[in-house]
């Protein structure tokens, strides 16, 4: 039996005269962006009616926000993208992090036909061969299963940070993501790295062990390497692609979207 392509992924377009999604980012960002990350959270929370999803990859970030929003036990959705070629140390951390707050976190993962397909035609590790490879992947085992996780939400919360890289330069607190229709909320947005750590380690928050041996984003294995102390912070993911070319289809600024939110003037 041949393999069947997954069905396209496609998101309703807002109208170009609907105001409510960036109203809504904007307010949230004004009334947001002195607070705390658990204030931010739960303004988020409170802010948006219908479903709220969080995306973890269970880097530094995502344990931080985890805590936060377990600690508050607020009504939201934690999920995850099991691309099949996570680190083990991720898998520990993931299993620690469900022990630690007696909760499970909902996976996604790609389609099998769909992988089987991807394999027979670039290889296990094809990737490698060009950018368009690459994006095939992560099309299959990131970019679907993303869809999947927030099919029907109407805010997704994420762990971007402006300093992470340029392509993450204008992240706000609260965006209107209109190609997928929904509010992006990056409560971390104007957080420095060390101030995560330096949180995660004051609430005692299981980490993942590759931050420990210089791994500072933390993707899928194949894709991620430690870096050197002057390298930036995603120059460890995709290190063969040019530097400013470092994202997989999730966090993308697609043609029309706004960044509605005001951002505070005084970054932290
Ligand atoms: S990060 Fe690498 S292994 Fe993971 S989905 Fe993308 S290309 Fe595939």
């Known amino acids: ?29 004004d009334r ?19 479903r709220l999803a969080f995306t973890t990859s269970f880097g530094i970030e995502d344990q931080a926000i985890v805590h936060a929003i ?7 959705d934690v999920v995850t993208l099991e691309t099949g070629r996570l680190f083990p140390e991720t898998h520990q951390v993931w299993a620690e992090t469900e022990e630690r707050y007696g909760k499970r976190i909902h996976a996604f993962a790609p389609d099998g036909l769909s992988v089987e397909k991807l394999l027979s035609e670039q290889g296990i590790n ?56 929904l509010i992006k909320i990056n409560p971390l947005f104007d957080w420095s790295r060390q101030r995560v750590v330096d949180f995660v380690v004051k609430e005692n928050i299981p980490h993942n ?23 930036p912070e995603r120059a460890g993911r995709w290190w063969w692609e ?7 289809g999730l966090h993308v600024h697609p043609a029309g979207a706004q960044s509605a939110a005001i951002a505070p003037t005084a970054r932290i």
């Open 1 to 29: 039996m041949s393999a069947q392509p997954a069905p396209a992924v496609t998101f309703a377009a807002l109208p170009e005269a609907s105001p409510i999604p960036a109203v809504l980012a904007a307010q949230l960002s």
């Open 32 to 50: 947001a962006a002195g607070l705390d990350l658990f204030g931010r959270l739960k303004a988020a929370r409170a802010a948006v009616a219908g």
């Open 70 to 76: 377990f600690a508050q036990d607020l009504d939201v």
């Open 126 to 181: 094809g990737f490698r061969s060009s950018i368009a490879a690459r994006q095939a992947c992560c099309h299959v085992r990131k970019v679907v299963p993303l869809a999947r996780a927030l099919a029907g939400a109407e805010g997704w919360i994420t762990g971007l940070r402006i300093e992470q890289s340029v392509d993450r330069a204008d992240t706000r607190l609260a965006e209107h993501d209109r190609a997928r229709n």
């Open 209 to 231: 062990t590759l931050h420990d041996r210089g791994f500072a984003s933390i993707g899928c294995a194949p894709c991620t390497r430690a870096i050197g102390p002057d390298e």
């Open 242 to 248: 040019q530097q400013d070319q470092k994202e997989c």
